[in-house]
C-alpha cells in the first residue's frame, strides 16, 4: 500500500523479502491485499470486542479493581461467529487481563466475568 507513495523504497524491500513468495516481478505489478472480512462482519466484530471490553470494565470498577486486574475466566455467549471472535482472542485477552476465555454461539449475547 505504500509503493504509490514510495515507489523505490517500497520496490527494494520486495526484491529482497518478499519476491521468492509473491508471483509478480514487481510491487508495482502486484494485487493489492484482500481484506480478511467483509466490511459488515469487521463491524460487527469490533463493535461485540467493544461490548464485551465495556462489562469487563464495569465489572472491575464495581468490585473497586484496577483495570490491570486480572480475570481469571471470561465466559462470552453472542450472535457473532467464532471465526469471526478467533482473531481478536489474543488481543480481547490482553486488554481485559483474562487467563481464560470460552467463547459460544447465541442468540443473545451475555458475558460472564470470573474475578
Known amino acids: 500500500m505504500m509503493a504509490p507513495i514510495m515507489p523505490y523504497i517500497t520496490e527494494e ?5 518478499f519476491r521468492q513468495h ?3 516481478k514487481s510491487i508495482h505489478l ?3 491485499p484482500a481484506p480478511g472480512m467483509k466490511d459488515d ?3 460487527k466484530a469490533g463493535d461485540f470486542f467493544v461490548e464485551v471490553l465495556e ?5 472491575k470498577s464495581e468490585r473497586k479493581l484496577s483495570l490491570k486486574a486480572t480475570v481469571k475466566s471470561l465466559e462470552i455467549k ?7 471472535f478467533s482473531g481478536m482472542k489474543e488481543d480481547l485477552m490482553a ?4 487467563e481464560k476465555i470460552t ?12 474475578i
Request: no cysteine.
Open 13 to 17: 524491500l520486495y526484491q529482497l523479502y
Open 22 to 24: 509473491g508471483k509478480a
Open 30 to 32: 502486484s494485487e493489492w
Open 41 to 43: 462482519e469487521a463491524e
Open 55 to 59: 462489562k469487563v470494565r464495569k465489572a
Open 78 to 84: 453472542g450472535a457473532i461467529t467464532e471465526r469471526l
Open 95 to 98: 486488554a481485559t487481563g483474562a
Open 103 to 114: 467463547f459460544s454461539v447465541g442468540k443473545e449475547s451475555s458475558v460472564s466475568v470470573g
